[in-house]
């Protein structure tokens, strides 16, 4: 287990007095790196050797003083000497190590000065031994406690999916397949994340898996199943004579090691695939990007552009912001200065309870519960500016994971989602250590989320969190429009509006809102949805929204009209979305955000009233009719092309239609839609009214065309 941060400070000042007279490189240079690493509670054994072989730019063969694979290489002078020149003589080395080996960090010393490089950030600081102490933060990475900047696109969180990809074709390749696999990948993630984030002592999986399996990765499965095992039980129920190195796991629990597995199977290049995956920094990696990178992983074709795979952390406080996270914030503000109001306030966020009915895998929850543990810490600030704050951190930190909840019909993504609520749920911990100088960490794993694997809308949410506890629904539905849904969405639409009219045209998500107004009836829960901006747009807002004001009586909070759903990511392809808070209660301070185009920053306005249409006015529904208020022609259908593309080119298309069929020039028609007037597109169309049968045939290639869209036109009937 981790030391806490007083405990490393007061080890920093012991190891400043004992080595303040030291000056010879070779006496004592490897006592002192090992002094060193004590301070932080390592064993240098165990994470790095000295004098590690490798050839210089020069083709010389040179030593490296110290190397920890992949995190810091050390080079050490006697005292006075250039470290420049040290300096110099470290990045020399780099050519000729291997990638998994390449450090983030150079460390140059002569016992009295280092100079610490942070080659991610390309930053340095240079301090004396006897100021080790004030600079002692800057080494949080051996220690566990390195503090993580996250951003949406940030390419680690790509680059480790790809890792799991690369390990996830080679086990089915070899017959590995289904739920056994999906359960096998998200094990080892943790074990991955763990190794690098203080949950295991650092870096033990990976050692255990270079020391103690064959190159050839015969036997490498056996081992992982073993740590898996030890995993999944108490200490003191071990086998009295197990091997040492597998004893230094610790007892995790949460059930995610307790099911028994079909074992797999490992060759060299699997073990060596796993071996880069290990030396990743995992502690890069966020929680709440990577679980659906991840899952993305599992086809080929997605994993082409993993970072479309993601939900935006802008987007998601989009929505939980205005829901509840800026009137918790506003709590807090007004409950300053007094202890009773803050500790009540502090009990009211720990008995918050939120469910997400289409969670994927866990991206809403996974931000939503960082969020409410970073209102805790400045909670817990706040009652410890007198310094009467009961400083066991074990006792004081009370929001868990055990408030949130999801359900989801996508079994991996159940999975997944179930482990990235623990290690959020840890990076907060390791956070909570870095700001009151006490490690913390919630092993054996005692509560988890609740993520239901099933079908959100053939199932009572109450089930899954009872009603009385439920204070927010939140998320984000498939994005599934009516006219492309398949057989069982349309099931799933019929079941959940149980006889009524003219449903067939609304989109898939409008499922959820109507079982979200059903569970929230007499009760003070909030809810929120992303949707498709057709929620608020023509047809569906009369057939939804009059049985949501009529039956449910809902009211509308806030709305994001339209804008932009996307990552940023390349090739990812936008989605035109509005966001709605709604309650079975009124409020008087709504809001409505207002985009000057789809891809600006919202503009807040006060709003007495919104309706669907998400403006301030009325809460008025408008149905359509089927018969002209004017004197006009009676319309039968709108302008939809029901052709499966067949009659429709693009201008390239169109030339090289000709060549194979000159003579249908004539009967090819400028075609110009939305899309093509927004963006400047030049489409077009054969025009076949009025055309002969015996004419058609001389045109053998209009003819092909016509056929498909027959066969096209029976299949939809």
């Not at 993580?148 to 590995?176: F, S, T």
């Not at 609520?421 to 956070?431: A, E, S, V």
């Not at 392809?573 to 409020?587: E, L």
């Not at 709504?590 to 009325?618: C, H, M, Q, R, V």
């Amino acid at each position: 287990m981790p030391l806490s941060w007083n405990e490393i400070k007061d080890r920093s000042i012991a190891f400043s007095q004992e080595w303040k007279d030291e000056t010879s490189e070779r006496a004592e240079a490897q006592t002192f790196w090992n002094n060193f690493f004590s301070v932080f509670g390592i064993s240098r054994r165990r994470v790095a050797s000295f004098e590690q072989p490798v050839k210089k730019l020069d083709h010389k063969q040179g030593f490296i003083d110290l190397l920890w694979k992949g995190v810091i290489l050390v080079e050490h002078k006697s005292r006075g000497k250039n470290l420049d020149k040290a300096t110099q003589q470290a990045k020399d080395y780099f050519p000729n190590l291997k990638e998994i080996e390449l450090p983030r960090y150079i460390l140059v010393s002569d016992f009295q000065r280092f100079r610490l490089y942070d080659l991610d950030t390309d930053t340095s600081t240079e301090f004396e031994l006897k100021d080790f102490v004030n600079y002692v933060h800057l080494f949080g990475f051996i220690a566990g406690y390195e503090k993580r900047v996250y951003k949406d696109e940030d390419p680690v969180n790509i680059k480790a999916a790809e890792l799991m990809g690369q390990l996830h074709d080679r086990l089915k390749e070899i017959g590995y397949t289904g739920h056994d696999l999906e359960v096998y990948l998200v094990r080892l993630l943790f074990c991955l994340f763990a190794d690098d984030t203080g949950i295991f002592e650092k870096g033990i999986f990976w050692q255990y898996i270079d020391l103690n399996t064959k190159a050839d990765g015969s036997d490498l499965a056996m081992h992982i199943s073993s740590i898996f095992h030890v995993l999944n039980t108490p200490k003191e129920r071990r086998l009295k004579n197990l091997d040492e190195s597998l004893l230094q796991f610790p007892y995790v629990n949460g059930k995610l090691f307790e099911e028994s597995l079909q074992p797999a199977a490992f060759d060299s290049k699997m073990r060596e695939i796993l071996l880069k995956a290990c030396a990743f920094d995992w502690g890069k990696i966020s929680p709440a990007i990577f679980g659906s990178m991840f899952q993305a992983v599992m086809n080929p074709k997605e994993r082409r552009n993993l970072g479309a795979h993601y939900t935006s952390e802008k987007n998601i406080q989009k929505l939980i912001k205005p829901l509840f996270l800026d009137d918790l914030y506003t709590e807090f503000e007004k409950a300053k200065g007094n202890r009773a109001r803050l500790s009540e306030f502090h009990k009211k966020i720990a008995n918050l309870h939120f469910l997400d009915p289409a969670c994927g895998c866990g991206n809403f929850l996974i931000i939503t519960y960082r969020e409410l543990r970073d209102l805790e810490i400045f909670i817990l600030l706040e009652l410890n500016k007198s310094g009467q704050l009961e400083m066991d951190v074990s006792s004081i930190i009370q929001v868990d994971v055990d408030q949130f909840a999801g359900i989801e019909c996508d079994e991996f993504a159940v999975r997944i989602a179930e482990v990235a609520m623990w290690l959020i749920d840890h990076q907060m911990n390791i956070k909570v250590s870095n700001e009151f100088g006490q490690y913390y960490a919630r092993l054996p794993l005692k509560k988890a989320a609740k993520i239901m694997y099933d079908n959100s809308l053939k199932i009572d949410w109450e089930s899954v969190v009872p009603k009385e506890k439920l204070n927010f629904i939140l998320g984000n539905p498939p994005f599934v429009g009516a006219m492309i849904m398949n057989n069982s969405q349309r099931e799933d639409i019929a079941l959940v509006f149980n006889g009524e009219k003219g449903i067939g045209v609304l989109d898939y998500v409008s499922a959820w809102y109507l079982k979200a107004g059903q569970i929230i009836q007499n009760s003070k829960i909030k809810v929120s949805f992303v949707s498709t901006n057709s929620i608020s747009q023509g047809e569906q807002v009369y057939l939804l929204w009059s049985i949501l004001f009529s039956k449910y009586k809902i009211k509308i909070h806030f709305a994001h009209r339209t804008f932009k759903w996307s990552n940023e990511a390349k090739s990812n392809a936008a989605v035109h979305c509005v966001i709605i808070g709604f309650a079975n209660f009124d409020v008087s301070d709504k809001t409505i955000f207002d985009y000057e185009d789809i891809n600006s920053e919202p503009l807040a306005i006060k709003a007495i009233n919104i309706n669907p249409y998400l403006i301030d006015g009325s809460d008025i529904t408008i149905n359509n009719r089927s018969i002209p208020i004017s004197n006009v022609p009676f319309m039968r259908f709108g302008s939809m092309p029901r052709d499966g593309g067949n009659l429709i080119f693009l201008e390239s298309e169109k030339e090289e239609f000709l060549k194979l069929e000159p003579r249908a020039r004539d009967y090819l028609r400028y075609y110009i839609g939305a899309q093509d007037f927004i963006n400047g597109y030049s489409r077009y169309c054969l025009w076949l009214v009025n055309i002969s049968p015996n004419k058609l045939k001389e045109l053998p290639e209009v003819l092909k065309r016509v056929d498909k869209v027959k066969k096209l036109v029976v299949l939809k009937s």
